[in-house]
């Protein structure tokens, strides 16, 4: 089975059932500058292409450690279905084309945000980035926002995928995929 459809189906899945507002949350680790994983949560905007695709701004410390190190990860967690998922693999720019394209997707305070926040540097007054915000908001009234030159995303091309099903008795159904010369090797793992 190609890991890429069960993860999917998974996804899915949970997506149908799920109660919580964030069913495409998922944590992207990236290797630091400093040398100190860095992990944080941000959305699954689709699997396309055999890809994972997440969106940001290329000013962020993210974007600055794919740049220096593209080999990342990215893990899953659906309560619902009780299943977890790891991805571990390489991630390259979209296209301008198909960032616009995700950026169109986001809500107007998203929107609003790329534009006025250089996403995970210092604030040194808060009062002037939340006038900022409001500046934007009026410039911007009645028309559509344009998504910033900073931002865009990722396709992760994922190397290697973990499927873990939790059971109630810890004897967790667990499988391994690695890319091997363009095909998927498949190894059961124990629990």
Not at 24 to 29: D, E, I, P, R, W
Not at 72 to 88: G, S
Request: net charge positive.
């Amino acid at each position: 089975m190609n890991p890429i459809k069960q993860f999917s189906a998974w996804y899915f899945k949970e997506v149908q059932i799920t109660k919580t507002r964030l069913p495409a949350a998922c944590c992207l680790s990236t290797i630091g500058i400093d040398g100190f994983p860095n992990s944080r949560f941000l959305s699954l905007k689709e699997v396309k292409d055999e890809s994972f695709i997440v969106t940001g701004s290329y000013s962020s410390r993210k974007a600055t450690e794919i740049s220096a190190n593209d080999k990342v990860a990215l893990a899953f967690w659906w309560p619902f279905t009780e299943r977890q998922a790891r991805v571990q693999g390489n991630a390259i720019k979209i296209s301008r084309a198909e960032a616009e394209n995700y950026f169109s997707d986001r809500n107007r305070e998203s929107k609003i945000v790329s534009h006025i926040s250089r996403q995970g540097n210092e604030c040194i007054n808060y009062d002037a980035l939340s006038a900022s915000y409001i500046q934007t908001e009026i410039m911007y009234a009645g028309n559509d926002i344009p998504c910033p030159d900073d931002w865009g995303g990722y396709k992760i091309i994922p190397q290697r995928i973990e499927l873990l099903e939790f059971k109630a008795s810890r004897f967790h159904q667990r499988q391994l995929w690695i890319r091997a010369n363009g095909n998927w090797e498949h190894k059961l793992l124990q629990p």
